[in-house]
């Protein structure tokens, strides 16, 4: 590959802070240029857990494509994503142009709202599954990986779901780099 993949995550107030950082960190620790936008601009957000991020930038300033759409959880944030015009027009292109999307937790609701990924293997918080069940195969697998979708289920499935991006952005072999020095107990496939 001539260029490191990029990576876009998406911020908003009430995220999961630790679905964010733990994408943010294994990505770039994976060799992953990760950008990460503020939904509401580029002023300090509040996560669901009382955590303030600060983002690179504001998504409404964002330019250009992204190999992966990164969607934390939180039940807020993640209805925010689902209300946003801005990430439905994101997330269609992603799928359009065949580019990779993973959402965690409750971000798979966004998935449904904008009308993307119909029909497809996924997985989400079960705190929100009666409103996402039926739009796809639901699983209850930890991370659920179905072409240019990835899912997953919680904070506590954070590095898995974040390893499997740097796999699919890189190669099986960058994923086990990256998941060693991590002390990661389980395999990730």
């Not at 950082?21 to 240029?33: C, Y």
Request: glycine share 10%.
């Amino acid at each position: 590959m001539s260029r490191n993949p990029k990576a876009l995550v998406l911020l908003a107030p009430g995220s999961e802070e630790m679905e964010a950082v733990i994408s943010i960190d294994v990505l770039r620790r994976g060799g992953i240029e990760v950008t990460v936008a503020g939904l509401d601009g580029a002023d300090p957000v509040r996560c669901s857990r009382g955590v303030v991020i600060s983002p690179d930038v504001a998504l409404d300033d964002v330019i250009g494509a992204f190999d992966v759409l990164v969607l934390p959880g939180g039940a807020e944030g993640a209805k925010r994503l689902a209300e946003s015009a801005r990430v439905g027009d994101l997330l269609r292109d992603q799928e359009l142009g065949g580019r990779l999307v993973a959402a965690i937790c409750a971000a798979p609701i966004a998935l449904r709202a904008h009308g993307v990924f119909q029909g497809r293997k996924f997985t989400s918080h079960p705190s929100v599954k009666p409103l996402v069940e039926e739009w796809g195969d639901y699983s209850e697998h930890p991370v659920e990986a179905d072409g240019n979708l990835i899912t997953s289920r919680g904070p506590g499935t954070a590095f898995a779901f974040a390893l499997r991006i740097v796999g699919a952005l890189t190669d099986a072999k960058r994923m086990v780099e990256v998941r060693a020095p991590m002390m990661f107990p389980v395999q990730v496939s």
